[in-house]
């Protein structure tokens, strides 16, 4: 079915060390994010692309590294985990440009750094 | 993006309507009215959106005041698969490209 895909479903990584969460789309979608939710909290807005070659920064990039090397696939870098990254990892994907688009949305990725 | 307040939680029960609100009084001309609601374990779906005037789809019904400082999700029969967190975002569909911006949303439990 298409949709947005997401792996791992769950890590548990150690302080320090590096992963990458993968985010893939079949909808041919320009526009690609990364959020994150804390417990009790609303999706916090990491990194976004609006195209192959094109990232921004979004509310809390600071941890976390991107890159958009082709439409499908929106990979997210953790560059050494922490603590304060244990969450759960949601990625978006939608049509870009003006007018209106809907998102949709991977079923996460729990992750727990200890 | 312009910001707007929800109430924290909200209770229905069952087979009644349940009425949403969302208020945004600093809401601009290009900005859409967008609502998401998120099940339990799982990611953001997408409801309904608005600009000026009343929509609704075969999930809810979406009430938008006249000046647009305010909005109203309804559900006309609630389920216990409603039972959700509820987000109400504005968005800038005419300008394109800008994030999707979440804040707390309701939490909406429905009471068998």
């Known amino acids: 079915n298409a949709g947005v895909t997401q792996t791992p479903k769950f890590q548990v990584l150690k302080t320090g060390q590096s992963m990458t969460l993968q985010c893939a789309q079949d909808m041919n979608h320009e526009y690609m994010s990364w959020y994150r939710q804390d417990p009790g909290m609303g999706l916090r807005l990491i990194h ?5 070659g094109i990232t921004d920064q979004g509310e809390v990039p600071n941890g976390y590294n991107v890159s ?5 696939d929106f ?7 922490a603590p304060s990254q244990t ?18 949305f991977g079923s996460g990725t729990r992750l727990t750094v200890v | ?3 707007t307040t929800q109430p ?24 859409y009215i967008h609502w998401y ?3 339990p374990s799982q990611g953001p779906e997408y409801v309904i959106h608005g600009l000026t005037s009343n929509v609704n789809n075969r999930m809810a019904s979406l009430a938008i005041a006249e000046d647009r400082k305010s909005s109203t999700l309804i559900l006309h029969r609630a389920t216990l698969r409603d039972a959700a967190v509820y987000y109400c975002i504005l968005r800038d569909d005419i300008s394109g490209n ?5 804040g707390k949303g309701t939490r909406l439990s429905v009471i068998a």
């Open chain 1, 48 to 52: 976004y692309s609006v195209g192959a």
């Open chain 1, 68 to 72: 958009r090397s082709t439409t499908e």
């Open chain 1, 75 to 81: 990979p997210l870098r953790l560059l050494s985990a």
């Open chain 1, 87 to 104: 969450s759960v990892y949601f990625c978006a994907s939608s049509y870009s440009g003006t007018g209106f688009y809907r998102y949709t």
């Open chain 2, 1 to 3: 993006d312009a910001k």
């Open chain 2, 8 to 31: 924290n939680s909200m209770e229905s029960n069952e087979e009644e309507p349940v009425h949403l609100p969302c208020n945004h009084s600093t809401i601009s001309g290009t900005d």
């Open chain 2, 37 to 39: 609601r998120q099940l």
């Open chain 2, 98 to 102: 800008t994030p999707l911006v979440f």
